[in-house]
Nanobody, 126 residues
Framework: VQLQASGGGLVQPGGSLRLSCQAS???????????MAWFRQSPGKEREPVAGINWRGGDTGYADSVKGRFTISRDNARNTLYLQMNNLKPEDTALYFC?????????????????WGQGTLVTVSS
């Protein structure tokens, strides 16, 4: 499975961005049965979980720092994961990665994820 993340860019504080993550490859049909998530890594910091969603999309989880501002969703028919980010803050600046879990329900533990995208850069600055 290959994951291609896109949608990053430069945005002013208070602005919005929508990230997408397109899955492809020979095993892509299995992606719809597995949880997916977004992680991010800021300069000088370790990669951290941002949001996760189970295989059906009915159950989601968020880091406290993004609750109420970010929304994760997925379209299994299109093998695509999304992250709608509103009211962005400078501290949201990071490289954002999408990932596919080994199981149907999401986890914050990175070892639970089998496939990773290359990352898309989000910069929040005035």
């Amino acid at each position: 499975v290959q994951l291609q993340a896109s949608g990053g860019g430069l945005v002013q504080p208070g602005g919005s961005l929508r990230l997408s993550c397109q899955a492809s490859g020979r095993a892509v049909r299995a992606v719809s049965n597995n949880a997916m998530a977004w992680f991010r890594q800021s300069p000088g910091k370790e990669r951290e979980p941002v949001a996760g969603i189970n295989w059906r999309g009915g159950d989601t989880g968020y880091a406290d720092s993004v609750k109420g501002r970010f929304t994760i969703s997925r379209d299994n028919a299109r093998n695509t994961l999304y992250l709608q980010m509103n009211n962005l803050k400078p501290e949201d600046t990071a490289l954002y990665f999408c990932a596919v879990a080994r199981k149907s329900f999401y986890s914050e533990r990175q070892v639970e994820y089998a496939y990773w995208g290359q990352g898309t850069l989000v910069t929040v600055s005035s």
